[in-house]
């Protein structure tokens, strides 16, 4: 029964030949691009505050503290601004005797590699083409952004390689009707949402490529949904439970409305995607006027509605039933648009707002990159001479600049190590002064560097919270000297050495001072 309900395959077999030279060229790239990760990061994985949470998360799991950040007085704070799955593997690697950065640089690289691998059998499966795989996969493993992204230790490294299994796994049960495969895609989409939050459109986008599903009975299409449902949605449900058990919130933002936000917002993704693909006198064109970014947007935004009521059409839906190039087209639109919509409504009404940046557009780029080469082979196979030729045009220039970018962007990132790997942290005379003096507690602007590169714990100097009231100023300052005389503490600052508008520099003495900081303690405790 399930054999005459599948989806015809168009698919022609590649001769032996061209099998062996498409999978030969694949291996190789996959290979490169590994390497390449590899390399650039020889310094060192890059490390932000992210990173830091990451890190100390695994670790505290060790030690039997659970997913935490510790605070300056030993203090353990539930991690819940982040998800779970990157700080429990790289755990892992504790646990066994290996650190935590270094083993987080290695499976960056493995990551990319497998990007590079899944791009290309997406891209055979939607187009039958091995020339085709092997041109995606080679765009995948020579693009720049994503070499930005991988030698940085955040979880998109994760979850695009768990995104692009998931779309394989899916495809594959749309062809072959096993249950196997539907359960790997909605653990594979489970598991991306676990990685981060954004993927928890990953598992609605599967439903509704689910539904879409014309051969179909009611009955299996509610056994699908729940299936992709309970695995794709449950481990995060039961994440966000444990968060708000212990912190009233599930995670780690509350809501609030930003709505003024929304036109920088959008250039600045329109930006970012047009940069992707287009050239760059086009983008500054573009960019140029606010109103084209807005009226392209509001273009696309009408061509998705328009797209979406066609499909909810019989004859669209027994389209795609018939063509494996057409239901791949809309599953990969559908986890992009999912994606983009989680991602926005947390930027747009969350508090803390979440980031629009290339490094959170990252997972939309392989997506968006198969929707384009799928219907660039699609306008080959069926185009004349003269489509064939702008289609031939287009892909040389794209792969030129691409593999031009990259070049000088893999020169750039293995130039000086990335955030705190680089040469002017890993000499920081703060640092050094930080672990001469030894303090018992610490206080400083930055409190990532203080964990990463110190090993040690700290607090946030009053004035760089959030709810810090500059009017109470002296106020606060009194409570920060008091604290630090019962604590024998210190003040350790990066950057700008200056005390903030209210504070008094007469009150606090200098205990070491270098290029990139100064070490403060109080002359006297307060008067208060």
């Keep these: ?66 997913l935490s950040w510790i605070s300056g007085g030993g203090e353990i704070r539930p991690m819940t601004l982040h998800a779970p799955l990157l700080p429990m593997l790289l755990a892992g690697a504790e646990a066994l005797g290996a650190s935590a950065i270094p083993v987080a640089r290695v499976l960056n690289a493995i990551c990319l590699g497998l990007d590079v691998l899944l791009v290309g059998g997406l891209a055979f499966m939607l187009t039958g083409s091995g020339w085709l795989a092997v041109l995606a996969a080679l765009v995948m493993a020579g693009t720049g952004e994503m070499y930005r992204v991988h030698t940085w230790l955040m979880s998109e490294p994760l979850f695009i390689v768990l995104m692009l299994a998931g779309a394989v796994a899916l495809l594959q049960y749309r062809s072959a009707r096993r249950m196997a495969f539907l359960i790997l895609a909605s653990a594979a989409f489970g598991l991306a949402a676990l990685t981060r939050y954004g993927g928890l459109a990953l598992p609605v986008a599967g439903v509704v490529f689910l539904v879409l599903d014309p051969a179909a009975t009611r009955r299996r299409r509610l056994g699908e949904s729940a299936t992709m449902l309970v695995l794709g949605l449950g481990p995060t449900v039961i994440w966000m439970v444990r968060n708000y058990v212990l912190t009233g919130q599930t995670g780690g933002r509350s809501f609030g409305m930003h709505l003024d936000l929304w036109p920088s917002l959008r250039d600045q993704a329109v930006a970012i995607v047009l940069n992707w693909f287009a050239p760059l006198r086009l983008v500054e064109w573009i960019m140029a006027g606010p109103e084209v970014s807005a009226i392209l947007v509001s273009l696309a935004g009408l061509a998705l509605v328009i797209l979406g009521f066609f499909l ?9 039933a018939s063509s494996v190039l057409l239901s791949g087209v809309v599953l990969l639109g559908a ?49 004349r001479l003269v489509g064939r030729l702008a289609v031939g045009l287009l892909l040389i220039l794209l792969v030129r600049n691409k593999l031009v970018y990259t070049y000088w962007t893999l020169r750039e990132l293995s130039a000086d190590g990335l955030g705190y790997s680089s040469r002017a942290w890993q000499t920081s005379d703060t640092i050094e002064n930080a672990i001469a003096l030894d303090p018992a507690v610490i206080y400083t602007n930055d409190t990532a560097a203080i964990y990463l590169l110190a090993d040690r714990p700290s607090y946030v100097v009053p004035w760089a919270l959030p709810e810090y009231d500059p009017a109470a100023a002296e106020q606060a300052e009194a409570e920060l000297i008091d604290a630090l005389f019962v604590q024998h503490g210190a003040v350790v600052l990066f950057g700008a050495q200056d005390l903030p508008a209210g504070w008094s520099p007469e009150r606090w003495r200098i205990d070491a001072q270098g290029q990139d900081g100064v070490i403060l303690s109080p002359v006297a405790a307060s008067a208060q």
């Design 1 to 66: 029964m399930l054999a005459e309900t599948a989806p015809a395959h168009t698919q022609v077999p590649l001769p032996r030949r061209a099998c062996w030279v498409c999978g030969g060229l694949l291996g190789l790239l996959v290979l490169l691009a590994a390497i390449a990760v590899a390399w650039t990061s020889s310094s060192g994985i890059g490390l932000r505050s992210d990173s830091a949470v990451y890190v100390a998360a695994a670790r505290n799991l060790v030690d039997g503290k659970g």
């Design 335 to 383: 986890c992009l648009l999912s994606y983009l919509a989680v991602t926005f409504f947390a930027a747009l009404f969350s508090t803390p707002g979440a980031d629009i940046d290339e490094r959170v557009l990252s997972p939309v780029y392989p997506l968006l990159w198969l929707v384009l080469v799928t219907g660039l082979g699609w306008v080959w196979s069926h185009g």
């Design 312 to 320: 909810l059409t019989k004859e669209a839906r027994r389209a795609m």
